[in-house]
Nanobody, 115 residues
Framework: QVQLVESGGGLVQPGGSLRLGCAASGRIFGIARMSWYRQAPGKQRELVAT???????NYADSVKGRFTISRVYGKNMMYLQMNSLKPEDTAVYYC?????????WGKGTLVTVSS
């Protein structure tokens, strides 16, 4: 089993910043890719950013230039630095880790962008 725990969510004003963290533990045998997803109220879950084992990153168009995904290799930690936040970034943010043919998810952390 793999456990993922997100942290760092909260209430922030438009234009502000937050840093989300994801701690992975359990039966982990190499991490090829980790990702952040988000789900806004009444909307489907969407991919926000991905980082692979070589450090290559990919971002949704809506967050390019504002969000930065990173990993601490060897500690199974992943982060999402979110800058210039907008009200439309409001969502529950989830950490995702494919492992052993399964997709593992954390319980999510709520980010609310509002004045």
């Amino acid at each position: 089993q793999v456990q993922l725990v997100e942290s760092g969510g909260g209430l922030v004003q438009p234009g502000g910043s937050l840093r989300l963290g994801c701690a992975a533990s359990g039966r982990i045998f190499g991490i090829a890719r980790m990702s952040w997803y988000r789900q806004a109220p009444g909307k489907q879950r969407e991919l926000v950013a991905t980082i692979d084992s070589s450090g290559t990153t990919n971002y949704a168009d809506s967050v390019k230039g504002r969000f930065t995904i990173s990993r601490v290799y060897g500690k199974n930690m992943m982060y999402l630095q979110m800058n210039s936040l907008k009200p439309e970034d409001t969502a529950v943010y989830y950490c995702n880790l494919p492992q052993g043919g399964m997709d593992y998810w954390g319980k999510g952390t709520l980010v609310t962008v509002s004045s």
